[in-house]
């Protein structure tokens, strides 16, 4: 059973900072994608980053230059380092991962930003 487990979140202040955890259970090295997305109080879930098994990343053009994601192998960890804080940034953040065509989801974690 894949279980993904995130944390970090918070509130914050606009322009402020927030690092994101999300711990993979199994070997991360077989997921062939691992990211982040986010959903604000109604509205869809949308991509925020995502990092492949090459180690290449793509980000919402809504963040790109502001946040970083990054992954430690040896620690099963995929991380989100959002900079630049605003607060339409204000969301529940889902770590995923992708094997074999199947996407798991973390339980989410509250990211709020005050003005």
């Known amino acids: 059973q894949v279980r993904l487990v995130e944390s970090g979140g918070g509130l914050v202040q606009a322009g402020e900072s927030l690092s994101l955890s999300c711990v993979v259970s199994g070997n991360i090295v077989s997921f062939t994608f691992l990211g982040w997305y986010r959903q604000a109080p109604g509205k869809q879930r949308e991509l925020v980053a995502i990092?492949?098994?090459?180690?290449?990343?793509n980000y919402a053009d809504s963040v790109k230059g502001r946040f970083t994601i990054s992954r430690d192998n040896a620690k099963s960890t995929v991380y989100l380092q959002m900079n630049s804080l605003k607060p339409e940034d204000k969301a529940v953040y889902y770590c995923?991962?992708?094997?074999?065509?199947?996407?798991?989801w973390g339980q989410g974690t509250q990211v709020t930003v005050s003005s």
């Open positions: 995923t991962a992708r094997r074999a065509w199947v996407d798991y």
């Open positions: 990092t492949n098994s090459g180690g290449s990343t």
